[in-house]
C-alpha cells in the first residue's frame, strides 16, 4: 500500500473516531509523519500508534494529537505554547492552523532534530527552544493556547497557568487518582476564566512524565 493510501485510511479512522475539525484533519493529511520518525520506523508513519523517537521518548499516537488539536479550538491568531516537542510532530500540525506556536523540549538532540525538520519542511511559523517547559516561556506570556504533551501531576505548574491569557485553554495530561485510589493519567482541558479554572476530565493517556530541571544534552542514563 502506498504512503498516500495509508495516509487516507488514516484520516478515515480518525473522522470515524470523533474528529469532525476538518482543518485538524486537514493538517494531519498535510503534515508529513514519516518526516518525524526514525528511519526504521517510516514504514509505521500512518499507523494509529504512538512510535518511539529516542532518549525514552514517543511521538504521540496522531488520535490523541488530531483529539488535543481538536479540543484547542483554535483560531487563526492565536498565540500556542507547546511543551514537550519531542519529534516536533504535534508542533507541526499546530502550524498549520495557527500564526505562530512556540515549543519547549529538555533534550538538546532532540530538540536539533525536530528544527532540522522544521527546516527542511520550510515550517517557519515555530519557534524551538531547550529549556524546562514547566517554567513556561517568559517574556512571550499572555499565551492563548498551551498545549503539554508530557504528563503533569495531579495539577499542570503554576507557572504555566499564570502565563495562560484569561479566556484561554490548556490540554494537558494530569494524574488522577479514581475512587479505588488508583492512579492514572488523563487528558485534562482547563479553561482560564474570571471565576477561576474550569476543568473537564477527557478521556484516559499515556504520556511520557513531564521532568521539572534544566535542559538536558545527553541521556542520562535511567538506575
Ligand atoms: N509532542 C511530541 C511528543 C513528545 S513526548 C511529538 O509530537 O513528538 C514528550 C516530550 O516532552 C519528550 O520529548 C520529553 O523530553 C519532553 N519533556 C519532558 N519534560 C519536559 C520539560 N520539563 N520541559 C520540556 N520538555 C519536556
Partial sequence: MSIEARKIRLVMHLRKSGITDTRVLSAIERVPREAFLPEHFLHRAYEDSALP??????????????????????????????????????????????????????????????????????????????????????????????????????????????????GGIMMAPLTITDENGVRGQKLVKLRKTRNGLEREEMWPVKFVPLVPGEAQAEEVPSL
Fill in 53 to 166: 523517537i529516542g532518549h525514552g521518548q514517543t511521538i504521540s499516537q496522531p488520535l490523541v494529537v488530531a483529539k488535543m488539536t481538536q479540543e484547542l479550538e483554535l483560531g487563526p491568531t492565536h498565540r500556542v505554547l507547546e511543551v514537550g516537542t519531542g519529534s516536533g510532530y504535534q508542533a507541526a500540525v499546530l502550524s498549520c492552523l495557527v500564526a505562530r506556536i512556540w515549543t519547549i523540549e529538555r533534550h538538546k538532540p532532540l530538540l536539533k532534530v525536530a528544527k532540522e525538520r522544521f527546516q527542511a519542511l520550510a515550517i517557519d511559523n515555530i519557534t524551538a527552544r531547550a529549556g524546562d517547559g514547566s517554567l513556561g516561556w517568559p517574556g512571550q506570556d499572555n499565551f492563548d493556547r498551551m498545549i503539554l504533551t508530557a504528563a503533569a501531576g495531579e495539577d499542570p505548574p503554576p507557572e504555566l497557568l499564570k502565563q495562560l491569557a484569561l
